[in-house]
């Protein structure tokens, strides 16, 4: 009777997305892997896009005005700060947005995430939350991390996966296979 029980359990988490295909992942936050998160989610975000247009446009204005300093033989200091300034600014900002991303997500310690068809478990020394596919229908696979996005136009939320808290090369492949099953690649 108690065997009986225990698959009547085993068949009821299968069906809620528990069964033989869970991938789980445990580690502690890195930076590099909010850096490349904050990368993708720049491909997919909307108004990430209208910024770095914005920043484009306001880089070719900068440099026509320089040209035209330069062949006026005279370069105002202020336009060579503000040209290093931005370049800076541009170059350092993912950076520091990750780092402000770390700070905050390492203060839960170590995460332990059970990806399913069902959706994502995050654990951490701190919290519980569990998503669902809905929540985040989309991802982006970059070489070393899975990012998965909210619907929204900005993509206001994301969960980083890291493939090297993966087990083993195969927890991988089957991580990529559950996102492939139940999410859209963008």
């Not at 040209?67 to 170059?91: K, Q, T």
Request: net charge positive; aromatic share 8%.
């Amino acid at each position: 009777m108690v065997e009986d029980q225990g698959a009547a359990q085993q068949q009821e988490l299968q069906g809620q997305g528990y069964g033989a295909d869970a991938v789980e992942l445990e580690y502690r936050p890195a930076v590099g892997e909010y850096t490349s998160a904050l990368s993708a989610r720049r491909r997919v975000s909307r108004a990430s896009r209208i910024q770095l247009g914005l920043v484009g446009v306001v880089a070719v204005f900068v440099a026509l005005e320089g040209v035209v300093a330069l062949a006026g033989g005279e370069v105002p200091v202020f336009l060579l700060v503000w040209m290093v300034f931005s370049a800076l600014l541009i170059g350092f900002t993912p950076w520091l947005q990750a780092r402000h991303v770390y700070r905050i997500s390492e203060r839960h310690g170590t995460f332990r995430v059970r990806v399913t068809d069902a959706g994502v478990s995050v654990t951490t020394d701190n919290t519980t939350a569990s998503v669902n596919w809905a929540a985040q229908p989309r991802y982006r696979e970059k070489p070393d991390i899975f990012v998965l996005f909210s619907a929204d136009k900005n993509a206001a939320c994301f969960t980083v996966l890291p493939k090297r808290a993966a087990r083993t090369p195969a927890d991988v492949e089957r991580l990529r296979a559950i996102l492939d099953r139940n999410l859209t690649r963008v």
